[in-house]
């Protein structure tokens, strides 16, 4: 993103009374934090990785939204659902050891380290992600190029309820279990106990960015990029856009199945399996693609991680408010990060202003 | 009186609501038959749609189609005309139906409740929900296109939890039970017998009127008014201000349109008529949990908006009779095939062929209720299928039913030269 180099950050918070006001918020939720980490260190870390590895899925269905949006401009509302699909295949494939939607025995699950098998059905469950990314771009938004953006966003919300049925339909009786090979297992840092998952999906999050900074300086990622800056000038230069928009919704669709799998994971799901509220998580990484902007893939890393911290923090240091906050505030704290993020920079930290002309 | 379809002397002429003496006609009709619809009348009632939807069993489904009806109006306001697409309105439906639980409800020890009359709690429904509109429009001036939208779906959300809050529940009571709200009853203060009870069957000059019926009269009448007021603000200063906005804010500001003005205007009125329909709702529901107010409610609106076709009144009526009344269809037609199957009848073979009945047959449509796995029950098809109708409405007609209407009467306008 090109930075207005006149001005530095710190002239900005000076300039407008909004950000002085955040900014005072942020100080005063900072020092309370430092506070906190002095005195029971070994919570606040506990806490800490937690936020992270939460922070690691936001980032990853972050990215997928980011990915979809700069390459096709489409707000994709049917992320959530996606996510729950590739959740969902992973379970048919390990849960149940049949191909989805057959009855096939899957030959993956009896490989002998039964951790390489689970791995090897993630990868078919991806590139079933992957499919269904691409059958839902040549169906429904390949003939939507040309259309106003929010006629495309719209669609993909009839997208989301559509998917959203048959994602219910498959949990309906029971959740269905993903069998993640840690299982809920972890170690210790002194007194603070860190989950596996969180390891995994930080691990996960920190692969997912890295590829798609090598892609993006790969020659199908500087296509992608020529086709977000300008799609009639890119077609012009003999870049095969619609190529373009097949790769970045099947990458999307990836993402979002790999955010669905680690969202289900134990610690981070309560009860470890796929359910109704599995796809909420797509909702709560609105506000992170929202805070990081739109069209920035580090804005999705550092919102997702700011929205994971936020919504930890608050659920480890505020519990004793439940009373007024109300159960299960948490979930509510990255919308009302959002929204003040947002009324300060309303194209989020890292996004960029839309230019507007008469 | 005949002349020529297209030819309009005056601006008053062509902004008329109804430009023609056919139109005029039609109209009064159409009332009419509204209002005598719910009666077992000798008439009317053989009109074919009429005798159907007047039946008893369908008076319910008609009424909550226009209490919706008063709600898309608004949105359409906001989000046809005025161009800010929110997400939102289920949030104002809901403060809408709270304010007049508020000042309308029966108070316990749990919940708030005045017990005022309705000519107090549905206007104030209205004005609770428009406050609030008020306070969220600033924002809508500052964020565009779909970064409003995105915080709107925000407000869904955070609206739905502060049901669970300590100081929530006081309004919206318990959060899986939620509340009993006022009814339609008319009273003039909070006397113990209401001038008109809703409840019990009455006679009125030579009808005899049931419960649903007289709430059906009432919701009608409602969303009759509604519509006025909304043709009226659309075709008036205000709306054109809002077209304006809509179509290109910043020469809307050059030529003097205060941007900041109209959409706070916007606001207040389309969450004014979100908080009358939502109150409306949750009074005919009875009683309602917070969670009701959620995204898919929001999503409803849209759906109407873009299936009737957006910006238009007549594509709002269209696209929530559409809206409300297909899934209803389906639900008849399954159970009338389910009967063909029974009976053997003409359309047997594809009664056979849609729906699965047992282990062995194959068919989409399940008619057990509760079916998990493949094939999927009439309920869990209708809620796909309103997924698939804004997908295909999007792709084959942006401008919805309403679209379809005009290129319809422009081919018989023009015939036999259509073309």
């Given at each position: 993103?090109?930075?207005s ?9 000076v ?12 100080a005063?939720?900072?020092?309370f934090?430092?506070?906190?980490a ?5 919570t ?11 922070g ?7 990215l997928?939204f980011v990915?979809?949006?700069k390459?096709t401009?489409?707000?994709?509302f049917a ?19 049949h191909i989805p939607f057959?009855?096939?025995?899957n030959?993956?699950v009896n ?14 469950a ?5 499919i269904?990314?691409?059958i839902?771009?040549r ?13 495309v ?8 309820i559509?998917l959203?049925?048959?994602?219910n339909?498959a ?16 170690f ?13 999906s930080m691990?996960t999050a920190a692969?997912a960015?890295?590829a798609?900074f090598?892609f993006?300086?790969?020659r ?6 020529a086709?977000a ?7 012009a230069?003999g ?6 928009f ?8 990836v993402?979002?199945a ?9 610690p981070?799901?309560?009860?470890g ?10 909702f709560?990484t ?8 739109l069209?920035s ?5 550092i919102?997702?991680?700011i929205i ?11 519990s004793?408010?439940?009373?007024i906050?109300?159960a299960g ?5 990255p919308y009302?990060v959002?929204i003040i993020g ?5 194209y ?5 202003p ?5 | ?9 005056s601006y ?13 006609g039609l ?9 005598l ?9 053989q ?6 939807l007047?039946?008893?069993?369908w ?9 919706i009806l008063?709600?898309a ?6 989000a ?6 929110s ?6 439906m809901?403060?809408g139906a709270y ?6 409800g029966?108070?316990?020890?749990a ?6 009359p ?6 104030g429904a209205?004005?609770g929900?428009?406050?609030?509109g008020?306070?969220i ?12 939208a ?18 929530g ?11 009993s709200?006022?009814t ?24 005899e009127?049931?419960?649903n019926?007289?709430?059906y ?32 804010d ?11 003005k ?16 939502g ?12 969670i009701?107010?959620d995204?898919f409610l ?10 009737g ?9 269209m696209g929530?009779v559409?809206v409300?009344?297909?899934?209803l ?23 056979n ?5 047992g ?8 008619i ?14 209708n ?7 804004i ?7 942006p401008?919805?039913?309403?679209g379809i209407?005009?290129?319809i ?11």
């Amino acid at each position: 993103m090109a930075e207005s180099s006149s001005s530095s950050p710190l002239a900005g918070i000076v300039k407008s009374p909004g950000l002085m006001v955040l900014a005072a918020i942020v100080a005063a939720a900072a020092v309370f934090l430092l506070l906190q980490a002095v005195n029971d260190p070994f919570t606040f870390l506990q806490a800490l990785m937690k936020s992270f590895g939460l922070g690691a899925v936001y980032a990853l269905i972050a990215l997928g939204f980011v990915l979809i949006f700069k390459a096709t401009q489409v707000v994709n509302f049917a992320q959530g659902a996606l996510a729950m699909t590739g959740a969902l295949f992973v379970s048919f494939m390990v849960a149940d050891g049949h191909i989805p939607f057959t009855t096939i025995p899957n030959p993956l699950v009896n490989i002998s380290p039964s951790w390489l098998g689970w791995f090897l059905s993630v990868l078919v469950a991806l590139a079933a992600a992957a499919i269904l990314g691409l059958i839902i771009e040549r169906l429904t938004i390949r003939p939507m190029v040309g259309e106003p953006l929010f006629s495309v966003a719209v669609l993909t919300l009839g997208l989301e309820i559509f998917l959203r049925v048959f994602n219910n339909d498959a949990v309906k009786i029971q959740f269905r279990s993903l069998e993640v090979p840690w299982g809920v297992s972890g170690f210790n840092i002194g007194e603070a106990f860190v989950a596996w998952s969180y390891v995994a999906s930080m691990i996960t999050a920190a692969v997912a960015f890295v590829a798609v900074f090598f892609f993006y300086r790969s020659r199908m990622g500087i296509a992608m990029r020529a086709v977000a800056y300008d799609q009639e000038a890119a077609m012009a230069q003999g870049i095969n856009v619609g190529r373009v928009f097949a790769i970045a919704w099947a990458a999307g669709a990836v993402l979002a199945a790999i955010g669905g799998i680690f969202a289900t994971q134990p610690p981070v799901a309560q009860t470890g399996a796929v359910q109704f509220e599995t796809q909420l998580i797509a909702f709560r990484t609105l506000p992170a693609v929202i805070l990081g902007g739109l069209d920035s893939v580090q804005g999705a890393l550092i919102g997702g991680l700011i929205i994971g911290f936020a919504e930890i923090m608050a659920g480890q240091y505020a519990s004793g408010q439940i009373d007024i906050l109300g159960a299960g505030y948490p979930l509510i704290v990255p919308y009302v990060v959002m929204i003040i993020g947002l009324l300060v920079r309303p194209y989020g930290l890292f996004g960029t202003p839309e230019i507007r002309r008469v | 009186m005949f002349r020529r379809p297209n030819l309009y002397t005056s601006y008053e002429a062509e902004n008329k609501i109804f430009p023609t003496w056919t139109q005029r006609g039609l109209a009064a009709i159409a009332i009419i038959i509204l209002f005598l619809m719910p009666f077992d009348l000798p008439v009317i009632s053989q009109i074919p749609v009429v005798r159907f939807l007047g039946d008893s069993n369908w008076l319910r489904p008609v009424s909550t189609m226009f209490i919706i009806l008063v709600g898309a109006l608004g949105f359409n306001l906001l989000a046809g005309v005025a161009g800010q697409v929110s997400l939102g309105h289920a949030f104002f439906m809901g403060v809408g139906a709270y304010s007049a639980a508020f000042l309308g409800g029966e108070g316990t020890d749990a919940v708030f409740g005045m017990g005022l009359p309705i000519w107090i709690w549905l206007p104030g429904a209205g004005i609770g929900a428009a406050l609030v509109g008020m306070l969220i429009a600033p924002v809508a001036v500052k964020l565009r296109g779909l970064y409003l939208a995105i915080v709107t779906l925000g407000l869904v959300f955070i609206g739905i939890h502060m049901g669970n809050t300590s100081w929530g529940k006081k309004f919206a009571g318990d959060p899986g039970l939620g509340r009993s709200f006022p009814t339609f009853d008319i009273r003039l203060w909070k006397e113990e017998d209401p001038l008109v009870l809703m409840d019990d069957d009455s006679k009125w000059l030579w009808f005899e009127v049931s419960d649903n019926q007289k709430t059906y009269f009432f919701v009608l009448v409602i969303a009759i008014i509604a519509l006025i007021v909304a043709k009226n603000l659309a075709r008036s200063r205000t709306g054109r201000a809002l077209q304006a906005i809509r179509d290109r804010d910043i020469a809307a500001e050059v030529m003097g349109v205060s941007e900041f003005k109209y959409k706070v205007i916007a606001f207040a009125v389309s969450s004014f008529f979100a908080g009358v329909s939502g109150a409306m709702f949750a009074s005919l529901a009875g009683k309602l949990p917070a969670i009701e107010w959620d995204l898919f409610l929001s999503v409803e609106f849209v759906a109407i908006i873009l299936i009737g076709g957006a910006g238009t009144i007549a594509g709002t009526v269209m696209g929530t009779v559409f809206v409300i009344l297909l899934p209803l269809m389906i639900e008849e037609m399954t159970i009338w095939l389910s009967e063909q199957i029974d009976e053997g009848g003409f359309f047997s073979p594809i009664a056979n062929f849609l729906l699965t009945e047992g282990a062995d047959d194959f068919g989409p449509i399940s008619i057990a209720t509760q079916t998990p796995g493949w094939p999927l029950n009439v309920f869990d098809w209708n809620i796909a299928l309103y997924g698939l109708l804004i997908i295909v409405f999007l792709i084959f007609e942006p401008l919805g039913l309403y679209g379809i209407w005009i290129s319809i009467r422009n081919y018989w306008k023009g015939w036999p030269f259509s073309y």
